[in-house]
């Protein structure tokens, strides 16, 4: 996978990614809402020599002195002698065990410096706790250099800097707390994303196509609203800024350039669209394209060999009547049950006809592969056929085309479905020509290369006129209609 694959990923799944953001960060807010606010409060005091003189050298002796004692002092700040004390002092109601596990003594590096940390539940709690342990540890010093609580020895803890009352809580830190939810929710939602488009096996993207299955994609149509519920032929006569449905004729065009070269000495003149299962869109793809090739000026013949659900003279809203099944039966001649909906005249439709009991041996019959074959003599046919997965018509028929379309529905058909598809036509012989992407959304990650194609832009229709721009071309229309005037009765004898 490439960069902007995962791009897509994230692009296709940030709705759900930002939610598990959101729900993280909640997650973070809430429990430090739900935990108790714990305060902490800081006292400080130094190990010094109380003997010696006032020369350089007792003063170098003592500091050495205190220096060896600092770390064995950090270690009495633990005792349960000193937290007793402290109980005793501030009348608490705990064990000494419980109060150690809220105090912490340390010793900055190089110094001899102690520093006690206390928590509390309210900062008076915390700051009366950390200078009642500083005077336990004094008396536990003293009594173990003097041998008395209130005489200090050789060497001694002083108090220092006294607690000051804490400004806000130090536990539970909310913003850290809400970046860690919210770090663990966006991680969440990537790997949620990821899942999805791995466990997603619905065919979204062509160059995902080609690789899972090694045929190309020849064409890409673009998901239009009016094809949503019913289906919709277009007119290819008239030009992109004016014709309906701009998106789906510029697509057909792009699919019969694409047919047309596909095989330039050999172009394929019998053409079977079909699809893996009813509702891709194969009949009305069928449709437009016959369309797209008879306003090219080519001889077309539309030929509705869906004998089970027939839908071609729905779609151009032919009367019902004979067609394939009564030429095959020898009742008609296709040209007198041939009608031709267009005004280019290069376009002929055969309707279905009437419904057999046995469709699959009537499409696979050598009367069939006569009939195609010499239409496809003068004309390219299309045939419009049934699903491969459910019947075997299609595999049927594409055994006497020049090969097979099939049509899938981006977001809808997997590639499950359509592997099964290809392997129908691939066991009766079939050559498929393409995969034709159809119903791709014009915005979202789905969108391809139709996103910025068609999205605003280069065939939307032009934005209506504001009124100064009105006002400006009704007054320089009336100033042209006015110098005319002027001008024929100077001009007049």
Known sequence: MELRDYLRILRAHWVGILLLTILGAAVGYGYSALQPKVYTASASGIVQATGGGTDTGSALVGNQLAQSKVSSYVD????????????????????????????????????????????????????????????GMVEQINMLENGTPGQAGAVTLVAG?????????????????????????????????VIRHVLDRRVRDPRAIERE?????????????????????????????????????????????????????NPPRVIVVTSPIPGDGKSTSAANLALSLAAAGQRTILIDADLRRPVVGTVFDLPEGAGLTDVLAGRARFEDVAHQPDASGNLQVLTAGRIPPNPSEVLGSQRMRDLVRELGNTSTVIIDSPPTIPVTDAAVLGAAADGVLLVVSAGRTTYDMMLKALENIAKANGRVLGVVLNKVPKRGAESGYYGYRYRGGYYAAEPAPTRRALRRTRAREQAETHALAEEKLTSAP
């Open 76 to 135: 009495i700040g633990g005792w349960r002698s000193v937290a007793e004390s402290a109980i005793d002092y501030l009348d608490l109601d705990t064990t000494p065990e419980a109060l150690v596990t809220r105090v912490t003594v340390s010793n900055p590096l190089n110094t001899v410096i102690i520093n006690v940390s206390a928590d509390g539940a309210s900062p008076e709690e915390a700051r009366d706790l950390a200078e009642a342990w500083v005077r």
């Open 161 to 193: 800097e006294s607690a000051s009352l804490p400004t806000e809580p130090s536990s539970p830190n909310t913003r850290l707390n809400i970046a860690l939810g919210t770090l663990i929710g966006l991680a969440l939602g990537i790997g949620y994303a």
């Open 213 to 265: 299955t090694g045929v190309s994609v020849v064409g890409t149509i673009p998901l239009e609203k009016q094809l949503t519920d019913a289906r919709k032929v277009f007119r290819f006569d008239t030009s992109l800024s004016s014709a309906t449905g701009a998106a789906i004729t510029e697509a057909m065009r792009e699919l019969r350039t694409n047919l047309q070269f596909m095989d330039v000495d």
